[in-house]
C-alpha cells in the first residue's frame, strides 16, 4: 500500500471495552480532496474509529498515520497540532457569546496584550463571507439557527487544523434548506483540498456528497468502495448483510372509507402557535405530516395531545365533543406521543428500562394503583420482545441504550396505554438502519390492526410509505391535504414549496 | 417483592454507620452500655437514637424534596414555627392534642406554600424555599411575642421526652414515620413519579404524570415532617425558643439526604437511607462529646468524615469494585 496516498490513515486498528471488541483491525484511508462517508448501524463502530482517529480514544493494536507518517494522538488538542478538526453532531460552541469570539476563541487576536475585537470582528466578517454567511460577527451565535451555527463550527475547525474534516452527523438537526448550504460549504472545502470524513444516517445525503464510502458492521471493516459504482441497496446491504424491505412509493395503502371515524379536529389551533386546522382522522389509518422544520408541525402534534393546550376549535373523539386540558386528558382518552427530542423529552435516562416502558401506562393507572414488580417485568418483557429492544437488562439505565432502542422503548412506552391515537414525531430521526426498519414495520402493523396514527417525518420516501393520507404544513399552516395519487414526494415537495418564499427544493 | 439480600446490606452509608459506632466504642468503651432505669433505657447509644430524632424526621420530607431535584431550606424556621404554635396553644390552656394538630396543620400550609412556589409560579426550589427559611423565624418570634414559651402540659412533654418500650419517643416517632412514608411511595406510584420528575420533568409531564401535583405533595410532606420535627424538639425541652429551635437543622438535613446516597440532582432516593444518614451525624456528634474532645472539633471533624463518605459514593471509589458489564447486544427478553 502506497504511503503517501492517504492524508489520514488507521492500519489495523483494534480497540476492546471490557470483554467487547469495539473495532477489529479496521483499515480506514483518507484522501485530500475526498469526501469520505463512514457508515454502520449504531454500534459498528463508527463513533470509536472516530474517537481513535481524532485522538479520543488510544488503539489497543494497529496505528494512526498522518502523511504516511505513524503518529500518537494523545488527545483531540494533539490531532489538531496534526491538522484534524472534529465537529459534532450537537454543536460544541457558546451559544451565549459572539459569532466572532467562537470563531477565534483560544487564539484571538490580540493587541498590546488586550484581545482587539475590532480585528477579530473584521477578520470574522471576511471569514464568514467565504463561507455565504453574510452575518454581524458580533451577535450572539445562539440567535442563529443550527445551521448557521454548524457552519461556524465547521469554520473553526477548518480553521485551526485545516487538513482533516470529521462531521460527525452535521445534519441530524437540520431541514432540508439548511442541509444544500452546508453541503455547499463542504464542497468547497473539498475542493480546496480538504480531507472530509462525514458520518450520518441519511442514505440520500451520502449519495448526494461523499465520493467514497467505508462500511463498517460489528466493528469490522465491510468494505470500502468507489460511491459511484454503487446504488442504494448495495449500500444497505453492505450495512446490514441482508436486504431489508424499503418499500418505495409503489404499494400505497388504499385509503379506507369505510372505517369509522375517531377524530375529528374543527378549527383546532392556538394563537401564536398553529392556526386553526381542520382535520379527520378514521381508524385504521395514518396521517403523514410533511414540512420543513419549523413549519408548525410539532407545534400542531402538541397541541393534539393537549401538551400545548388549544384555544381555539373543537375536537370530537367518537363523535363526542372532548377538551383536551393537559396531555393527561389526552392520555385518558386513548392518545399517545412520541416526541421529536427523544433526550429531552423523551427518555427517563437515569430510571431503567423497564421503568421507562411502564411510566405511561402507571401515571394512567394512577398513584395507587401500583404496578408491582413482576407485573413490571412482564409488560416491559413483553414489549421488550415484540419490539426487539437491545438491550443487556431490563434495569439498566435507558440512557445506556443507542437512540434507535431508546426509541423503541418509548414507543413501547405507550403501546402498553393500548392506545387508540399515537402521534410520533420523528420516530425515525437519528437511528440507525435496522431500528429504522422496525419502526416502520411497528407502524405499519399498527395501522393494519386499526389504530389511528399521526406520523409527523422529515424524510418523505418513508411518509409515502406508511401514509393513507399526508397533510402538509408551511407557516405554522395547514396547506394541503394530499390522498390517492397525489400521495408522491414530487407533489409533497411541491405542496411544501408552494410559497415563493420558500424552500425551492 | 424483593428478598432481602446480604450483600444488600453492604452498602457505603451503613458501613459508614457502623464505622462511625466502631470508633465511637474505640474512643469510648462504654458507649454501647445501656443501662435499664426507671423503665427505660439509657446510655451513649440510645443517646444517639434521641438526639438524631428530628434530623431524621426533616430528612424523611427532605429525601422527596431532593429527588425531585428540588431543595426545602425553610425546614429549620418551620420547626420553630410549629414549636411555638404548638407552646403557646398549650400555654394557652388549648388541650396537647389540639395543640399538636394545629401545629401540624400549620406545617402542612408552610409546605403547600413552598409547593405553590415552585410547582405553580415555577420559582426555584432554592430561592422559593428560602422565603420561608428567612420569614419563618420572624413568624415565630410574632407567635411567641419574643420570649421562650415554656410550658408544662404533661402530654405535650411526653412526645419529647416520653418512652415507648423504653425506647425514646422521639425515635419511635422518627421510626414510625419513615415506615409510614416508606411503605407510602413505595407500595404506590408516587416513588416511581416522583423519581421521573426528578430525573426529566418535561418526559414524565409528557408521559401523563401530574407534575404539579406530585410537586406540591412532597413540599407538603416536607413541612408535616418538620412540624413534627418541631414539635419533638420543643416538647424536648418544655419550652418553644423561636430564635434557636432547629437553627441550621436544614443543613443538617440535606447532608443526611446526600449522605443517604440521594443525588442533589434528583432521581433515585432512599428514606431509610437518609434516615441512617442522620444517624450518622448525630453519631459523630455524640462520639465527639462523649470522649471529651473540645467540641470546636466537632466540626472539623464532621467535615472530614463527610468527604470520606461522599468518597465512597462517588463513581471513581466504585471502580475497583465494579463487575464486568454485561456482554452488550444481548437481547434482553432471551
Not at chain 1, 363523535?319 to 421529536?340: H, M, N, Q, V, Y
Not at chain 2, 462517588?314 to 469494585?321: D, K, Q, R, T, W
Request: aromatic share 6%; proline share 4%.
Amino acid at each position: 500500500m502506497a504511503d503517501s496516498q492517504y492524508v489520514l490513515e488507521a492500519r489495523g486498528v483494534i480497540k476492546i471495552f471490557g470483554s467487547h471488541m469495539a473495532l477489529d483491525a479496521v483499515d480506514f484511508g483518507l484522501r485530500a480532496g475526498e469526501v469520505h462517508a463512514l457508515l454502520g448501524e449504531n454500534g459498528a463502530g463508527k463513533s470509536t474509529l472516530i474517537k481513535i482517529l481524532t485522538g479520543a480514544y488510544q488503539p489497543d493494536g494497529g496505528q494512526v498515520l498522518v502523511d504516511g507518517q505513524a503518529v500518537t494522538l494523545d488527545n483531540p488538542l494533539h490531532a489538531q497540532t496534526h491538522g484534524i478538526g472534529t465537529v459534532y453532531q450537537e454543536v460544541n460552541l457558546l451559544p451565549n457569546r459572539s459569532v466572532a469570539e467562537n470563531l477565534y476563541l483560544g487564539h484571538q487576536p490580540t493587541r498590546f496584550g488586550l484581545v482587539d475585537h475590532r480585528r477579530m470582528e473584521r477578520d470574522a466578517r471576511v471569514l464568514l463571507t467565504r463561507y455565504g454567511l453574510d452575518l454581524d460577527p458580533g451577535s450572539e451565535l445562539g440567535t442563529h439557527s443550527v445551521a448557521v451555527q454548524q457552519i461556524v463550527a465547521i469554520a473553526r475547525a477548518v480553521q485551526l487544523s485545516g487538513k482533516v474534516l470529521i462531521l460527525d452527523e452535521p445534519t441530524a438537526s437540520l431541514d432540508r434548506n439548511e442541509v444544500e448550504r452546508l453541503f455547499e460549504v463542504i464542497g468547497d472545502l473539498k475542493r480546496a483540498g480538504l480531507a472530509i470524513i462525514f458520518i450520518t444516517h441519511f442514505l440520500d445525503q451520502v449519495f448526494a456528497i461523499a465520493d467514497r464510502v467505508t462500511v463498517l458492521r460489528n466493528g469490522r471493516l465491510v468494505d470500502t468502495q468507489q460511491l459511484d459504482a454503487l446504488n442504494r441497496t448495495d449500500v444497505v446491504r453492505l450495512m446490514l448483510g441482508k436486504d431489508i424491505a424499503f418499500s418505495g412509493a409503489t404499494d400505497l395503502e388504499p385509503e379506507n372509507p369505510t372505517t369509522e371515524v375517531l377524530l375529528e379536529f374543527t378549527g383546532y389551533g392556538r394563537r401564536r402557535s398553529v392556526h386553526p386546522f381542520n382535520l379527520t382522522i378514521h381508524k385504521g389509518e395514518v396521517i403523514g405530516v410533511a414540512g420543513l422544520l419549523g413549519s408548525g408541525r410539532t407545534e400542531m402534534a402538541r397541541i393534539m395531545f393537549g401538551a400545548d393546550p388549544a384555544d381555539q376549535g373543537t375536537m370530537r373523539v367518537n363523535g363526542k365533543a372532548a377538551t383536551l386540558r393537559s396531555t393527561t386528558d389526552a392520555i385518558a382518552l386513548g392518545f399517545g406521543f412520541c416526541p421529536e427530542d427523544r433526550k429531552a423529552e423523551g427518555i427517563l435516562g437515569d430510571l431503567s428500562v423497564r421503568e421507562n416502558i411502564v411510566i405511561a401506562l402507571q401515571g394512567k393507572l394512577g398513584w395507587f394503583k401500583a404496578l408491582n414488580r413482576d407485573e413490571q417485568l412482564e409488560i416491559a418483557g413483553k414489549f421488550g420482545e415484540s419490539m426487539d429492544i437491545r438491550a443487556a437488562s431490563l434495569d439498566m439505565p435507558v440512557k445506556l441504550l443507542s437512540g434507535g432502542n431508546q426509541q423503541k422503548v418509548i414507543l413501547s412506552r405507550w403501546l402498553a396505554t393500548d392506545p387508540a391515537f399515537l402521534i410520533l414525531d420523528e420516530p425515525t430521526r437519528g437511528i440507525d438502519v435496522g431500528a429504522h426498519a422496525e419502526i416502520v414495520r411497528t407502524i405499519n402493523r399498527l395501522r393494519d390492526d386499526g389504530m389511528a396514527m399521526v406520523v409527523i417525518s422529515s424524510e418523505l420516501d418513508e411518509v409515502v410509505a406508511y401514509s393513507s393520507r399526508i397533510v402538509v404544513m408551511r407557516d405554522r399552516e395547514m396547506v394541503a391535504e394530499l390522498r390517492g395519487k397525489n400521495i408522491n414526494p414530487g407533489v409533497i415537495v411541491q405542496a411544501i414549496a408552494n410559497n415563493p418564499d420558500e424552500a425551492t427544493l | 417483592m424483593r428478598r432481602l439480600r446480604l450483600d444488600r446490606l453492604a452498602n457505603p452509608q451503613l458501613l459508614a454507620l457502623v464505622g462511625v459506632l466502631a470508633i465511637n466504642w474505640l474512643l469510648f468503651p462504654s458507649f454501647f452500655n445501656v443501662t435499664w432505669q426507671d423503665g427505660r433505657f439509657f446510655g451513649s447509644f440510645i443517646d444517639v437514637l434521641n438526639r438524631g430524632a428530628p434530623v431524621a424526621i426533616l430528612a424523611i420530607g427532605m429525601t422527596g424534596v431532593i429527588a425531585t431535584k428540588g431543595v426545602d431550606l425553610s425546614v429549620g424556621a418551620i420547626m420553630a414555627v410549629c414549636g411555638a404554635v404548638a407552646a403557646t396553644m398549650v400555654v394557652a390552656g388549648y388541650p396537647a392534642p389540639i395543640a399538636v394538630i394545629a401545629a401540624l396543620a400549620v406545617g402542612l400550609a408552610c409546605g403547600l406554600w413552598n409547593g405553590f412556589l415552585v410547582a405553580v409560579l415555577d420559582i426555584q426550589p432554592i430561592v422559593a424555599t428560602l422565603v420561608l427559611m428567612v420569614a419563618g423565624r420572624g413568624i415565630a418570634q410574632l407567635i411567641t411575642e419574643g420570649s421562650i414559651v415554656t410550658f408544662n402540659d404533661p402530654a405535650l412533654i411526653f412526645i419529647g421526652t416520653g418512652s415507648v418500650l423504653g425506647l425514646p419517643m422521639a425515635a419511635v416517632i422518627a421510626v414510625v414515620l419513615m415506615v409510614l412514608v416508606t411503605l407510602l411511595v413505595r407500595r404506590t406510584a408516587i416513588g416511581l413519579f416522583i423519581q421521573a420528575i426528578g430525573v426529566n420533568r418535561a418526559a414524565a409531564s409528557l408521559a401523563g404524570i401530574h407534575s404539579r401535583m406530585l410537586l406540591m405533595l412532597v413540599y407538603a410532606l416536607s413541612g408535616l415532617c418538620a412540624a413534627i420535627a418541631g414539635i419533638v424538639v420543643a416538647a424536648d425541652i418544655r419550652g418553644a425558643d423561636a430564635n434557636n429551635s432547629g437553627l441550621w437543622l436544614e443543613l443538617d438535613a440535606i447532608l443526611a439526604v446526600v449522605i443517604g446516597g440521594t443525588s442533589l440532582l434528583g432521581g433515585r432516593f432512599s428514606i431509610p437511607m437518609a434516615v441512617v444518614g442522620a444517624l450518622i451525624i448525630q453519631a459523630m456528634n455524640t462520639g465527639i462529646l462523649v470522649s471529651g474532645f473540645p467540641p470546636e472539633f466537632n466540626l472539623v471533624v464532621k467535615a472530614g468524615m463527610i468527604i470520606l463518605i461522599l468518597l465512597l459514593q462517588s463513581p471513581f471509589a466504585a471502580l475497583p469494585f465494579k463487575r464486568r458489564p454485561a456482554a452488550p447486544n444481548k437481547t434482553a427478553s432471551s
